[in-house]
């Protein structure tokens, strides 16, 4: 059986982590789209829902910038959520062709029962690591992100 070049079994070794290290980032959507269908959610109307939550007043467009989903998409599950009594439209103050989402009291009384247990789940998640592992967690996935930002940015297309 021949052997590895140590330039070989380091590209092998890099790859195994990038793709062990991809299939942890992929859990993440598999973790909450499987629990948004047990809400009966659709994972984009999760997603959207719970931005809703965390950004009262937001925009359609500022939605999909954070979401990546088609504008389309994103109109849709809004006017889902509205016709639902979940969500409301207000215009801007500053410009009245933007509108702002809220929630509406039922939207309120539907984050306590759909988001705010994650949320719980989440800080639970966190609190069983180690606050050197924390702090070491996030540091390592910016400095990652960060370097493979800019290597992207790079590539000539």
């Known amino acids: 059986m021949p052997v590895l ?7 092998s070794d890099l790859d195994a982590q990038l793709l ?3 299939e942890e980032f992929r859990r993440v959507d ?3 789209g499987a629990y948004g269908r047990r809400c009966g959610l659709s994972f984009s109307v999760y997603l959207i ?9 937001t925009s359609q467009r500022e939605i999909c910038a954070y979401t990546l989903l088609p504008r389309q998409t994103v109109n ?10 979940l969500l409301r439209l207000e215009g801007s103050r500053h410009d009245k062709r933007v509108k702002r989402i809220h929630l509406t009291d039922a939207g309120e009384r539907y ?20 606050p050197d592992e924390r702090r070491a967690m996030i540091i390592y996935v910016d ?3 960060n370097a493979l930002e800019r290597r992207i940015d790079g590539i000539e297309s």
């Open 49 to 57: 829902f719970d931005y809703i939550c965390e950004n009262d007043g």
């Open 76 to 85: 849709n599950v809004i006017n889902a959520l509205i016709s639902q009594g």
């Open 143 to 145: 400095k990652f992100m």
């Open 5 to 11: 070049s140590s330039t070989r079994r380091r590209s």
């Open 30 to 32: 598999l973790i909450y």
């Open 20 to 22: 062990a290290f991809s």
């Open 111 to 130: 984050r306590q029962q759909v988001v705010t247990p994650v949320r719980e789940a989440e800080l639970q998640a966190m609190a069983a690591l180690e």
